[in-house]
């Protein structure tokens, strides 16, 4: 197994490391998350985490118990999150934008007796019949409880102590589980452990990014996603920097205002985000200063080059494209600064290994398709009740990303689709990304996914899902520009034999692309021949 330069000690809990240290070490008086008008400090913060641990001791909670979170990114989350891990109980941080039965599932897998909600999204748990839920006792509200039966978090952890001795872990029991972003069916719940946290921050915020305490970490990617709970939460507590929270949707102008008040010098996105940020023109008729951000950094799927090139052109900042996952926890390939291979994901990230296999599990020639595989020391240990998926996905040392991908003779990594959206056509094997990169070097193209829907005969024919800029609608005079623009650049049976065009794709809460969808049927403004 792939060794560690930071040894951990077999007795290792999370929580002091990110939180309880930081008061030893003197930075009891640095801010450690800035949260609208809100400045917690360190010392506030290691306080408000005993408190909710102290607080969830009371209601019963025992050690690998699961706390459900349902929160907006604000300080409670990060006290929340930690505080059950602190007790050695497990936290469950969701997504914050599904729907009641989406929750009810959610809660009744992972069997919490225990949810601390924001007020905002509480009705969503108020519409499910209590009936429905197997094992909730508890509501815990953040900002107010007026519903019957349930606590005001406020009040909760009011009178609870703010002195916590961390539970005696293990540097590999469970402190957390993500669930999957279920774009295929129902999500599954990936169990991560102690000691996750510390080898993603080791190897990719310190060194890639090379972290300080004198860094500002702003991620539009939500807490609730292991890529933006990395970015937005344990990477700044790691190196005893500052988190700054947006609780709000990430609109590009709630993230533009908070760019230019809060002056992050770390910045991190997704693809779809990014490409809005740059469709979005302000009212005030000049673009915001990206002046303090020394790094900003995308992943969720591939960046095209396409857009790398503008935003860096337009805003000054290079984009350093990476791949992670939630089985992973975060970044296990990454695009290094002043080392950008636009389009690429970059090259493995030390500490790291990766390997391209064919279906047989052979390793490939350089330069050939495979599947990629990695091992990295922060894998979960497993689905959650889900033996079957775990064992096709975790295989002893080495995890399957379910993803496409050729290795170029630098060793830089590029992505070539999800296994099983590669499309055979005219008997050879056509990456979606290939066209969907093309696309996007169109003027009038925003944003583009190609996916394969059989015709008539059976056979499987290329669709390229379009949006415009400027919210402009299609024609059969755009769709037949757009298929000779691809023909000029790709050979003629990577040509989309139909172009639909869409006001937006449909996505994941995480801004996943969903191509089952678009798989689905025809939009209504579809053209196109065979």
Not at 110 to 127: C, E, G, K, M, T
Not at 335 to 363: H, L, Y
Not at 421 to 441: F, T
Request: glycine content about 8%; proline content about 5%.
């Amino acid at each position: 197994m792939t060794t560690s330069p930071f040894p951990l000690p077999e007795e290792f809990n999370a929580a002091s490391y990110f939180v309880d240290r930081h008061i030893a070490e003197g930075r009891g008086d640095k801010i450690a998350i800035e949260c609208d008008d809100r400045r917690v400090t360190y010392r506030q913060l290691f306080e408000l985490v005993n408190r909710v641990g102290n607080a969830l001791k009371k209601l019963g909670v025992r050690p690998e118990e699961r706390v459900f979170l349902l929160l907006l990114d604000t300080p409670e989350f990060a006290a929340s999150f930690f505080g059950a891990i602190k007790i050695g109980a497990a936290a469950v941080p969701v997504n914050t934008l599904l729907k009641s039965a989406d929750y009810e599932f959610l809660l009744n897998n992972s069997r919490a007796r225990v949810v601390i909600v924001s007020n905002s999204l509480f009705p969503h748990l108020q519409a499910i019949p209590p009936k429905k839920l197997d094992y909730v006792e508890t509501f815990i509200v953040v900002g107010g409880a007026d519903a019957a039966d349930t606590l005001s978090f406020e009040d909760w952890i009011h009178d609870s102590s703010a002195t916590l001795g961390a539970a005696r872990t293990s540097k590999d029991d469970a402190a957390f589980w993500l669930y999957s972003s279920g774009s295929t069916g129902r999500p599954k719940a990936c169990v991560h452990l102690q000691h996750d946290m510390v080898v993603c921050a080791e190897r990719y915020a310190k060194a890639i990014l090379k972290a300080t305490e004198s860094d500002r970490f702003f991620s539009v990617a939500k807490l609730f996603f292991a890529y933006g709970l990395g970015n937005g939460l344990y990477f700044s507590l790691a190196v005893g920097a500052t988190s700054i929270l947006l609780p709000g949707p990430p609109r590009p102008e709630n993230v533009f205002d908070v760019v230019e008040r809060f002056r992050p010098t770390l910045f991190f996105s997704v693809p779809s985000n990014y490409a809005k940020l740059l469709a979005h023109v302000p009212e005030a008729g000049r673009d915001p200063d990206f002046s303090s951000v020394r790094h900003a950094v995308s992943a969720g799927e591939c960046l095209p080059a396409a857009i790398f090139h503008r935003f860096k052109e337009r805003f000054g900042v290079e984009i350093l494209d990476a791949i992670g996952s939630t089985e992973a926890l975060h970044m296990f390939i990454a695009n290094r600064p002043g080392a950008v291979k636009p389009g690429s994901s970059g090259t493995v990230i030390p500490g790291f290994e990766a390997r391209i296999v064919d279906e047989n599990n052979q390793p490939v020639e350089r330069g050939e398709m495979g599947d990629l595989i990695i091992k990295t020391d922060a894998a979960c240990s497993c689905y959650w009740n889900q033996h079957e998926k775990t064992k096709d996905t975790i295989a002893g040392h080495w995890m399957r990303t379910g993803d496409r991908y050729y290795e170029d003779a630098d060793g830089y990594f590029w992505y070539a689709g999800r296994s099983d959206d590669m499309l055979k056509v005219s008997g050879a094997w056509v990456s979606p990304i290939e066209i969907e990169n093309q696309l996007l070097e169109h003027q009038e193209v925003q944003e583009a996914a190609v996916v394969g829907r059989k015709d008539d005969d059976g056979l499987v024919k290329t669709v390229a899902c379009v949006v415009l800029r400027d919210g402009k609608r299609g024609s059969p005079e755009v769709a037949s520009e757009l298929q000779r623009f691809v023909l000029q650049r790709l050979p003629v049976f990577k040509r989309p034999h139909r172009i639909e065009f869409f006001l937006e794709l449909p996505k994941t809460a995480t801004g996943k692309l969903q191509r089952y969808r678009l798989r689905q049927g025809p939009a209504s403004d579809s053209f196109g021949g065979s």
